[in-house]
């Protein structure tokens, strides 16, 4: 049996094996958190631990993954001395472990109360997002569908690079790994993969047609 | 890279992450995956959560349970501290190549003392045969459970 299975078996039957699955995950997320919130500030854990009423060596230990058994109120006190909200809720064990698994102690990070528009002028966000809204949808309104993007580096050794595509708002966005990176000389030639459905907004885009080859659904299209 | 009418963003790509390896002897005794079988199903889960956040922690100074000894013949060991029924537990270990680390050795520690009480001499044992290549590592896979 599979370590997967097993778990999943432990878990369904044993409800301390739910526990300990569940008190690791927090024993180890809620310290990170804590850790990620006061470097991002940043603060020291002497600092923290006046301004949160505490000693440093308790925010040390409430740092150390298993050692602090956090009560509601003490977290309480940290969120108001971080000035972030702080919720706790019941969700399901895909939820829980989405999180975890998605979860980076490097880039967490929350919208501190003084620069949370959304909760100081509600009013004034709502028209803000409403006309990014309208900004977004009349330059993405074309309906493109871009699932992968090779890019041909012409004049050093024409290696060609297939690379997922993200189009996100108006921008498109894809990341460039050349193993032999030579800006000066590189002349770069993108294909973009283009869904039947986009052909109507090809005038849209920075690209010139050269190439018709087919490509799955799509037709293929470059720049010089 | 700019256009007249779009901007294509070329992002940096994303940092490789970290990986695990525990020692192996070259006998085949493997004391990390031993020490870690005796863990509780708790303990297990938290020594997974450490990895699997830890993982993506381009600094290791800002790893949680983090501490490196930075003196003596004991320089460049550190150690991943969590505590799991109520005992301190301590994995050791060394850096070894690119974003690599080695954990060496697994043990408890109450009041400055490690148990067992040579653990930190097992673990300079451990480091200079990772030194001379007298032993293999095998890569502590991380559990996402999906």
Redesign the interface.
């Known amino acids: 049996m599979s370590d997967r299975s097993n778990l999943i078996n432990r878990l369904r039957t044993n409800r301390d094996s739910r526990a300990a699955y569940i008190r690791a995950k927090l024993d180890v997320l809620i310290p990170s958190q804590l850790r990620a919130l006061r470097l991002r500030q940043p603060m020291t854990q002497s600092v923290l631990a006046g301004e949160a009423g505490m000693k440093q060596s308790r925010i040390s230990a409430m740092e150390t993954p298993g050692k602090t058994n956090f009560n509601l109120e003490t977290l309480v006190s940290l969120a108001a001395t971080f000035k972030v909200g702080l919720m706790v809720k019941f969700v399901p064990f895909s939820e829980m472990l989405g999180w975890e698994n998605g979860y980076s102690q490097d880039t967490f990070n929350v919208t501190q109360l003084v620069h949370d528009v959304d909760f100081l002028q509600p009013a004034a966000s709502a028209v803000r997002k409403r006309a990014r809204r309208r900004r977004n949808s009349s330059r993405v309104s074309s309906g493109i569908r871009i699932s992968q993007m090779s890019v041909t580096m012409a004049g050093v050794g024409a290696s060609t690079y297939v690379i997922p595509v993200q189009r996100e708002r108006a921008q498109l966005k894809f990341q460039f790994e050349p193993s032999e990176p030579s800006p000066a000389q590189a002349r770069i030639a993108a294909v973009i993969t283009l869904s039947s459905r986009s052909r109507s907004v090809l005038d849209d885009l920075p690209f010139q047609k050269t190439a018709a080859a087919a490509s799955g659904a799509g037709m293929s299209y470059g720049n010089r | ?1 700019t ?9 940096v ?2 940092a490789k992450k970290w990986s695990f390896f525990d020692f192996v002897y070259l006998s085949g005794g493997t004391p990390i995956k031993d020490w870690h079988d005796s863990l ?3 303990g297990q ?2 020594v ?3 990895l ?2 830890n993982h ?3 600094n290791p100074i ?1 790893w ?2 983090f501490r490196k000894y930075l003196k003596g013949e004991q320089k460049g060991i550190w150690e991943l ?4 029924e109520h005992r301190q537990y301590r994995l050791l270990g060394v850096f070894s190549g690119e974003k690599r680390a080695v954990f060496l050795m697994g043990c408890y520690h109450k009041g400055g003392n490690y148990t067992p009480p040579d653990a930190m001499y097992t673990a300079l044992k451990r480091k200079n045969l990772l030194a001379k290549g007298e032993c293999t590592l095998h890569e502590r896979p991380i ?4």
């Open positions: 890279m256009h007249n009418k779009k901007v294509i963003i070329l992002e790509p994303p509780s199903e708790y889960e938290v997974n959560g450490l699997k956040t993506k922690t381009e800002n949680m349970g501290g969590f505590y799991a559990k996402f459970d999906q």
